[in-house]
């Protein structure tokens, strides 16, 4: 479900909320359960790339070309660490991810619970 919201006397500013975890799009600010959570420069591009792209699949090599804006050679370990430590930092249990699911066989996707909003405030 998306909703858009204006904002009086400044500009929108897009907020993604996928069931404990909001993301504050021009802040650059996360929070899990109402507690900030730090990323890194590339993690957070990583799951911006996600967000505005929920549910559609990516294989490796289209997620490294567009964040990472190089080819992919399919020898580097740079995505799945990425991958890995910001499914810690955002998910319940990173073993069973609920958001950064892996499609076996195709790639990678962002899951949206039903009651998952964007939102311009």
């Not at 998306?2 to 500009?11: D, K």
């Not at 020898?75 to 930092?89: A, C, F, G, I």
Request: aromatic share 12%.
């Amino acid at each position: 479900m998306i909703q858009l919201f204006s904002h009086q006397g400044g500009t929108a500013q897009k907020v993604y909320r996928l069931d404990a975890l909001t993301v504050y799009e021009a802040d650059k600010r996360i929070f899990k359960n109402g507690l900030s959570v730090h990323l890194t420069s590339k993690e957070y591009q990583l799951l911006l790339f996600f967000l505005h792209f929920p549910g559609q699949i990516f294989s490796k090599g289209t997620l490294y070309e567009c964040v990472w804006e190089e080819s992919y050679l399919g020898v580097d370990n740079t995505l799945m660490v990425h991958l890995r430590r910001l499914r810690e930092k955002i998910e319940d249990d990173p073993a069973h991810p609920q958001y950064l699911i892996t499609i076996r066989g195709l790639g990678y996707k962002l899951q949206t619970p039903a009651n998952a909003r964007l939102t311009d405030v």
